[in-house]
Structure formats: structure tokens, C-alpha cells
């Protein structure tokens, strides 16, 4: 179930009404060009304003997700950042 809250976040907020930091910071991060990148790499985050969460199982989620967004007032973002060795091809058929 650890994708529900990541479709539910993406329909309820959509990525075009995302504070620019927690935007900027998800593309950063993405691109591999933050320095905190490596820590995260291969995991699940939680990402609000400038602030990167790394996922816990269980409640514990629930608490970090809860604590963030009374914390900053908006939903944080569920992201997967890919491993610096990983490729992934998009097939379009």
C-alpha cells in the first residue's frame, strides 16, 4: 500500500500546484545534483519545501507524513531517487 499515498498526493496536490522549493527540490534531487543525493539513492523520501525524509515502513510513515504536512502546510511528495547506476528505458507503444 506504499503507493497509495503517492497517487493520492500526485491527484489531490498535482505536480503544477507544488511550492516551488518542494518542486525544485524533487528535480534536483532527481537529477542527481543535490549533494545530499548519494544518502538517498535506492530509496523512497518524503519531500516538503527544501526538507527530504527518508520512508519508514508502517506507522511510521503516517507520523512523519502528518508531522510534515502540518509542518509546512501542503502534502510532501512521495519519490522514488534512482540509484546513479540504474537506467531505465521508456517504451512507448
Known amino acids: 500500500m506504499l503507493w497509495l499515498p503517492v497517487l493520492y498526493t500526485l491527484w489531490y496536490n498535482g505536480i503544477a500546484m507544488m511550492k516551488i522549493t518542494t518542486q525544485k527540490t524533487l528535480n534536483l534531487l532527481l ?4 549533494p545530499r543525493y548519494k544518502r538517498y539513492a535506492g530509496k ?16 511510521a510513515f ?9 509542518k509546512h ?3 510532501p511528495v512521495v519519490a522514488f ?6 537506467s531505465y528505458i521508456l517504451g512507448i507503444w
Not at 44 to 59: E, S
Not at 62 to 70: A, Y
Not at 81 to 86: E, G, I, R
Open 31 to 34: 537529477a542527481g545534483r543535490l
Open 44 to 59: 523512497h523520501v518524503l519531500i516538503v519545501g527544501n526538507m527530504i525524509v527518508p520512508i519508514k515502513r508502517g506507522q
Open 62 to 70: 503516517w507520523e512523519d507524513f502528518n508531522r510534515l504536512q502540518k
Open 73 to 75: 502546510g501542503e502534502r
Open 81 to 86: 531517487v534512482p540509484s546513479p547506476d540504474t
